[in-house]
């Protein structure tokens, strides 16, 4: 799955860890057209998820499995994210499902909970676990401009 990295080498000291003040501040919005530094910060979001989902590149666990990273985990306090969705078609085939939305904004929600059971599922949770369930929403509506397809208003 993974052909070529766009910048250097995804290690885990790109993710900011959960202790660090910076999560906790508020993200700007991105000025489109991106500039060329935020452009690189899409690229490096991408690079680390491929990354880490790719079995002969994370053969020994360097990086933690991930199917999403937003900015603010790899220290840029801006509005963008990517996720790469392995889903098995009915052949057990995996096809993937990837998206990079720009200024997201849920713009819908269920009402149904969900969590993992096994606790907290961010990257930015590293070496300190954390007790208990984290309830989201089952499902959001997103909008933003979509970086892959270079058009504004997608929705998910």
Same mark, same amino acid.
């Given at each position: ?56 590149? +994370?053969?020994?666990? #360097?990086?933690? %499995?991930?199917?999403? *990273?937003?900015?603010?985990? =790899? &220290? ?14 009915? +052949?057990?085939?995996? #096809?993937?499902? %990837?998206?990079?939305? *720009?200024?997201?904004?849920? =713009? &819908? ?21 954390? %007790? ?7 499902? =959001? ?16």
């Amino acid at each position: 799955m993974l052909n070529k990295l766009q910048n250097e080498v995804p290690s885990a000291s790109w993710i900011t860890e959960d202790t660090k003040a910076s999560l906790l501040k508020p993200c700007a919005d991105v000025i489109l057209p991106l500039t060329p530094k935020d452009e690189n910060i899409m690229k490096r979001m991408i690079d680390w998820v491929k990354a880490s989902q790719d079995k002969e590149f +994370n053969a020994n666990n #360097i990086l933690t %499995e991930a199917i999403g *990273i937003a900015a603010p985990q =790899i &220290g840029e306090n801006i509005k963008m994210y990517y996720i790469l969705l392995p889903i098995p078609d009915k +052949n057990e085939k995996i #096809i993937y499902y %990837e998206h990079a939305l *720009i200024n997201p904004k849920i =713009i &819908g929600k269920s009402e149904q909970i969900a969590y993992l059971k096994k606790g907290e599922g961010c990257l930015s949770v590293t070496n300190h676990p954390h %007790e208990g369930l984290v309830p989201r929403s089952y499902k =959001i509506n997103v909008t933003g401009y979509d970086y892959l397809k270079r058009k504004s208003n997608f929705n998910c």
